[in-house]
């Protein structure tokens, strides 16, 4: 890397640290006033956002960027509407900087417990998705973190202007303007440059593909969030009601396939597997879905659809345990719900996880013995997202158990100080 890429990190860095220290004391007030500021610059600034994204796909078209990756770097105004709202929706929660937990009086007399705290300055490296820009930004100034941006050169022009308008408007409201920094540099060695800057980055949390991610988990000095990855199952019980079945599966795998909460595997009883297969295959096919089936779930399929439209092919071993992030899904037909959690322990990525049924045992067990970051009964994974549970955003999904879990929202993104009060107390 040259000195001038150094330098660039090197200043950020340094800056973003100054500014954390301030940042962490600043009233919640001047912070909802710059979160404010940024959701009513999104939807003043569209026309300018949207020529900067429209430069980044016309360049992703050029280079041949995948239909996924091109529809995670598309902005519209419909995605811009709903950025800002998000941005509203982080600005009306609770300031968790300050909060005091777990109180009580020790028997010596000493109070003691806990204050909510910043983590410091949270480095992030994501790929594609230029709402990860503003997502991001306004949830560690709203849990008063400073941010270090580093975005991928798919989206340079759109993280540029987005980065922008975020720093423009926290200064605005009285945030120390360093408080949100963007690496301007796309040069991969920035991002190991990255890594090593532990005395200026508290946290990593790396957004985009598995390689990315287990390079920076491999390489990074300081702690990261890591996750993402979704290879997400929805598994149809015998006891399923299969109308809700149909519709769960749907919306799990398309109403945006490109995304990490997509469903990736279907895996359906054999009990219903008659009934169930050809419904949802009808409907999937409509949607221009390619399944990749079992030999069971082939010949049921095979029998009851034969229409146009319906794309099957024979599963290879790789379709298990695979992110397809596109209209492609695999189908698995299972013998009970232990199979079931068999199949799901050994090719789950530990993201998110469904069952459909109406037996109160199984979901239960299925809550009780899945291990993800989300469990959900009669419900699609599209809800994996801290908009949908109520954060407002996310700063990522984390798939590991250290620190956080699942979306990362405010509480994630704070840590916590030991406080203690005595009255002249010496230890004996």
Known sequence: MTSVKTNELLQKGRAAKAAARRLAYLSTEVKDRA???????????????????????????????????????????????????????????????????????????LVVGRRRVPLGVIGTVYESRPNVTVDISVLCLKSGN???????????????ALAALVREQAAAAGVPADA???????????VDQMLKLK??????????????????????AMPVVAGGIGVCHTYVDRAAKLGDAVRIVYNAKVQRPTVCNALDTILVHREVAGAFL??????????????????????ILKSASGGPGARLRPAVQEDW???FLALVAAVKVVDSLDEALQHIERYGSG????????????????????????????????????????????????????????????????????????????RP
């Open 35 to 109: 979160l404010e500021g940024i959701a009513r610059g999104l939807l003043e600034r569209r026309d300018a956002i949207l020529a900067a994204n429209a430069r980044d796909m016309a360049a992703g078209r050029a280079e041949g960027l995948s239909d996924a990756l091109l529809d995670r770097l598309l902005l519209d105004e419909q995605r811009l509407a709903g950025m800002a709202s998000d941005v509203r929706a982080v600005a009306a929660l609770p300031d968790p900087v300050g909060e005091v937990f777990d109180m009580r009086t020790l028997p010596n007399g």
């Open 199 to 220: 005395d200026c980055i508290d946290l990593l949390v790396p957004r985009g593909g598995s390689g990315l991610i287990e390079h920076v988990r491999d390489h990074a």
């Open 351 to 426: 993201h998110s996880e469904a069952i459909v049924t109406e037996d109160y045992s199984a979901a239960m067990r299925f809550l009780a013995e899945v291990d993800a970051a989300a469990v959900f009964v009669n419900a699609s994974t599209r809800f994996t997202d801290g908009s949908q549970f109520g954060l407002g955003a996310e700063v990522g999904i984390s798939t590991q158990k250290m620190h956080a879990r699942g979306p990362l929202g405010l509480r994630e993104m704070t840590s916590y100080k030991w406080i203690i009060m005595g009255r002249g107390h010496v």
């Open 321 to 323: 345990g695979k992110e």
């Open 146 to 160: 400073a941010v270090v941006l580093r975005g991928g050169k798919e989206a340079r022009h759109s993280n540029g």
């Open 180 to 190: 949100v920094q963007f690496i301007e540099s796309t040069d991969r060695a920035v």
């Open 278 to 299: 050809p419904a949802a295959g009808a409907e999937l096919a409509k949607a221009g879905v390619e399944l990749h089936c079992d030999a069971a779930s082939l010949t």
